[in-house]
């Protein structure tokens, strides 16, 4: 099949672990963070999102951590399972647009068994 | 399937050709939301429609790409002249007003 990101970043982890994704946004004003997962082939899937009066949020397996002052925000996947594999972006929106997501490059997850 | 559809899923075409994608969102949704994405990189955001008005254009749209949602519902991306360089993932997405959106599969197109 044909592959979403050729030279991304790459995280390998063992099945069974927990991975952490990083990511830098640009814009001290945005006020909305999403993660989205992508498979090779599918369009991006939505995991979590995360407003900016909030610095951390939970899902089932998932936890997004939000640090304004360092414009840092990264993924938590508790129990690595090999579905897990694929592109995640992260994508900011900023305050006052209620449209357009801007995205970052992307990391490529592999799950090892 | 209840999700944001695309047709088609792939597009075939040779230089100078027209194209035209379509994408039917999320029912209840009232924004839509077209992306381009080349290899290696994430979506790169088009344009977006509230209904039926176009609200924003990316200045990656340039003159010989049109978006239309007449009725507020499916709406359509038409590329004229192709070329080598519109060679993308095209994707759409559709909210509820300003909340998360949702992608589509995307169609994928190649020039040659």
């Known amino acids: 099949g044909e592959s979403v990101g050729l030279h991304l970043p790459t995280l390998s982890v063992q099945e069974g672990d927990n991975s952490i994704i990083n990511c830098a946004y640009s814009?001290?004003?945005?006020?909305?963070f999403i993660w989205y997962k992508q498979e090779s082939g599918k369009g991006p899937q939505f995991i979590i999102d995360i407003r900016s009066n909030m610095d951390k949020r939970q899902g089932q397996r998932v936890t997004v951590l939000l640090n304004k002052t360092v414009k840092h925000l990264s993924l938590q996947i508790a129990a690595t399972q090999p579905g897990d594999s694929a592109v995640y972006f992260c994508a900011e929106r900023l305050t006052g647009t209620a449209s357009k997501l801007t995205f970052g490059t992307g990391t490529r997850l592999q799950v090892t068994l | 399937d209840t999700g944001v559809s695309q047709n088609p899923r792939h597009k075939i075409t040779k230089r100078g050709q027209n194209v035209t994608f379509r994408c039917d969102p999320i029912s209840e949704h009232n924004r839509l939301y077209w992306y381009r994405q080349t290899l290696g990189q994430g979506p790169e955001f088009l344009t977006y429609f509230q209904n039926e008005a176009q609200l924003e254009k990316s200045r990656l749209l340039s003159d010989r790409f049109s978006a239309e949602r007449p009725k507020g519902s499916f709406s359509t991306l038409e590329i004229q002249r192709t070329e080598q360089g519109d060679s993308a993932m095209y994707l759409c997405a559709s909210s509820q007003a300003g909340d998360t959106q949702y992608f589509g599969p995307g169609t994928r197109l190649t020039v040659l």
């Open positions: 814009n001290s004003a945005s006020d909305y």
